[in-house]
Structure formats: structure tokens, C-alpha cells
């Protein structure tokens, strides 16, 4: 089974320059998860998909980034404009949604590589 | 904003040796996960326990979780060189699993 995709691995662009992420989940996975790690910290959500709709966007910083996820399968990340400080690992993961004694759950997130972005 | 505390930041053993790391949190959690990353991949998930579970193991990982100290740990048992890699906790919520991920212990295992 292939794992979470991510294109590009990496990128380095100039402040004020647009940048785009892309991420196709695992096959099935109707949940998606944009994090973005600082280096030296754990993973920071950024924006979870429930299928086509983003149900937790609190921690995007929406005046410069934004996502989407057509179709409910694959998404894209979009920074515009790219700041210094905007250097990170973006990381996408996917999961299964399901429900359990009438709870709805998701359970283990699988992670893809990352895109390693470096704003100069 | 980061829940989880790992502890100790950072951990140098001897191959074959143990190796424990700790986590601590602040706020009620459905479950707790750890995850590995090696220098310059992705996570992998590793193990999850749920809020009414005290320990777990998968193969030579022991994990306990303590819900009245908001803590866990992680023991791997024997440890190989390939474990060297950075180990992160994580706390899920209930709906939506939203994982709050903590700084990470960086384990160096020397051969």
C-alpha cells in the first residue's frame, strides 16, 4: 500500500515569492492533516480536512497562507507571500475517520515525508 | 502551542542498553501516541494508547500511561543503533483525533 505522497521534498525560494505544497493521502483516508515543524520542535497542526471540508483551520495563519482539497482526496498547501520566518517542514498526514459505539473516531495518522522549505 | 513535555530532551546510550523517555501533558486527552522521525523523514506512528489503558507493548516498546499525573512513557527494550532517531509524544482528542505534539527526545544509540 503507498504511503502519504508529498511533492516537492524540498524548496527554496525568496521571501515574497508564492509557494505550493501538494499532498496525496493514503487510499481511503477521508481525514487529511497539514502540520508544520520548526526546527528542534514537534509538528504544529496547521488545517485538518474532513473529506472536502476543513473543520479545524484555527492555527493557519490566514493572511498569507491558504488550502484546499478538491474532490476530497488530494490538497494543496499555498503560501502567499513566503516570509523567513515561514521556514519549516511541512508535513501532511492522513487518517480513517470511523465510528465506534456511535462515536465518531480517527485513529492513527500516517505521515508522509515533508516538504522542506527555505525562504532567503 | 505544544502539550506534551518530553523528557529528557535529549538521551545517549549503549547499544543493547534501555532507553526511557517521558512525556507530560496538561489537559484530558482520548489517547496518547508515539511517534519516531529519523533525520529528514516523516513521522512514523510507533504505538497508541488510549486513555483507559495503563501499558502497552509492541515487540520492544512498553508504553505506560498515567492519566492521574498526566504522564507517559516509552521503553525500548535492548536498543539497536537503527533506533537513533528523535521520539515524539503525542495527545489526541477525542473527535478528530487533533494530536498535539511535544518537542521530542533525540536518542542516540552508539554501536
Known amino acids: 500500500e503507498a504511503g502519504v505522497v508529498q511533492s516537492p521534498r524540498y524548496k527554496i525560494i525568496e521571501k515574497k515569492q508564492p509557494v505550493a505544497f501538494w499532498c496525496n493521502p493514503i487510499s481511503g483516508h477521508n481525514t487529511l492533516y497539514w502540520y508544520r515543524q520548526n526546527l528542534g520542535q514537534g509538528p504544529e497542526l496547521l488545517i485538518r480536512?474532513?473529506?472536502?471540508?476543513?473543520?479545524?483551520d484555527s492555527q493557519l495563519p490566514k493572511d498569507r497562507f491558504s488550502a484546499e482539497r478538491l474532490k476530497g482526496v488530494d490538497s494543496t498547501l499555498k503560501i502567499q507571500p513566503a516570509e523567513l520566518g515561514d521556514s519549516a517542514v511541512y508535513l501532511c498526514?492522513?487518517?480513517?475517520?470511523?465510528?465506534?459505539?456511535?462515536?465518531?473516531?480517527?485513529?492513527?495518522?500516517?505521515f508522509g515525508p515533508g516538504t522542506r522549505l527555505t525562504v532567503l | 502551542s505544544q502539550q506534551g513535555e518530553e523528557d529528557p530532551q535529549a538521551l545517549s546510550i549503549q547499544e543493547g542498553e534501555n532507553a526511557t523517555m517521558n512525556c507530560s501533558y496538561k489537559t484530558s486527552i482520548n489517547n496518547l501516541q508515539w511517534y519516531r522521525q529519523n533525520s529528514g523523514r516523516g513521522l512514523v506512528h510507533l504505538i497508541l494508547i488510549r486513555s483507559n489503558e495503563r501499558e502497552k507493548h509492541s515487540g520492544r516498546l512498553r508504553v505506560t500511561l498515567d492519566t492521574s499525573k498526566k504522564s507517559s512513557s516509552l521503553l525500548i527494550t535492548a536498543s539497536r543503533a537503527a533506533d537513533t532517531a528523535s521520539y515524539f509524544c503525542?495527545?489526541?482528542?477525542?473527535?478528530?483525533?487533533?494530536?498535539?505534539f511535544g518537542a521530542g527526545t533525540i536518542l542516540r544509540v552508539k554501536s
Open positions: 503525542a495527545t489526541g482528542t477525542e473527535y478528530g483525533n487533533k494530536l498535539v
Open positions: 480536512y474532513e473529506n472536502e471540508e476543513a473543520v479545524d
Open positions: 498526514a492522513s487518517s480513517l475517520m470511523f465510528m465506534a459505539g456511535g462515536v465518531t473516531s480517527t485513529d492513527t495518522q500516517y
